[in-house]
T-cell receptor, first 112, second 119 residues
Framework: DAKTTQPNSMESNEEEPVHLPCNHS???????IHWYRQLPSQGPEYVIH???SNVNNRMASLAIAEDRKSSTLILHRATLRDAAVYYC?????????????FGGGTRLMVKP | GAGVSQTPSNKVTEKGKYVELRCDPI?????LYWYRQSLGQGPEFLIY????????DSGLPNDRFFAVRPEGSVSTLKIQRTERGDSAVYLC?????????????????FGPGTRLTVL
């Protein structure tokens, strides 16, 4: 699976929107963009994923650039509970094993 | 419903000892994964089971590490002759199915992990 690049950390104020960027310039046509997050002392949890079109679910929105070389996870109103490490992961549909390749992620800090 | 559970939550052992870490996946999930997470880093893949068989064990660091899933549900990760460098959080995940699919059935659900400390 291709590599992703994320900022090490970001800060946000509570109840404000947060935009978490991810660069994946070597993405292939069969790579899906997945986001997981890891709350303190917990295992990672799935947030959202997409291929080409922007995606929305109850947790977040995913905006994918037209050339697919970058994407942005959007939390519409950050809460203290959203403080976590957010991982942007590329998964190839041809990856028979389905394993996830995590990078370092972005540590999001939310200020009250 | 019940999520993925892992026992023990913490394990402290001495260098050279043998340890077993247990994972109970979500009922009905055919795929099971083990990952290892060192402090300040993202999880690193170890091994993937589809049913009872290890479909991919390319992430196991050496032959001191072994995992089984004899009945296709519970899995045990076994570490022989533990070393201080084995200290990490060991995470287990399961999904309804394995393979390269990208739908809801392929979402991985993680347990809380077992923190292993080798003194």
């Amino acid at each position: 699976d291709a590599k992703t690049t994320q900022p090490n950390s970001m800060e946000s104020n509570e109840e404000e929107p947060v935009h978490l960027p991810c660069n994946h310039s070597t993405i292939s046509g069969t790579d899906y963009i997945h986001w997981y997050r890891q709350l303190p002392s917990q295992g990672p949890e799935y947030v959202i994923h997409g291929l080409t079109s922007n995606v929305n679910n109850r947790m977040a929105s995913l905006a994918i650039a037209e050339d697919r070389k970058s994407s942005t996870l959007i939390l519409h109103r950050a809460t203290l509970r959203d403080a976590a490490v957010y991982y942007c992961i590329l998964r190839d549909v041809n990856n028979a094993g389905n394993m996830l390749t995590f990078g370092g992620g972005t540590r999001l800090m939310v200020k009250p | 419903g019940a999520g993925v559970s892992q026992t023990p939550s913490n394990k402290v052992t001495e260098k050279g000892k043998y340890v077993e870490l247990r994972c109970d996946p979500i009922s009905g999930h055919t795929a099971l994964y083990w990952y290892r997470q060192s402090l300040g880093q993202g999880p690193e893949f170890l091994i993937y089971f589809q049913g009872t068989g290890a479909a991919d064990d390319s992430g196991l660091p050496n032959d001191r590490f072994f995992a089984v899933r004899p009945e296709g549900s519970v899995s045990t990760l076994k570490i022989q002759r533990t070393e201080r460098g084995d200290s990490a959080v060991y995470l287990c995940a399961s999904s309804l199915r394995g393979g390269g699919g990208q739908g809801p059935a392929d979402t991985q659900y993680f347990g809380p992990g077992t923190r292993l400390t080798v003194l």
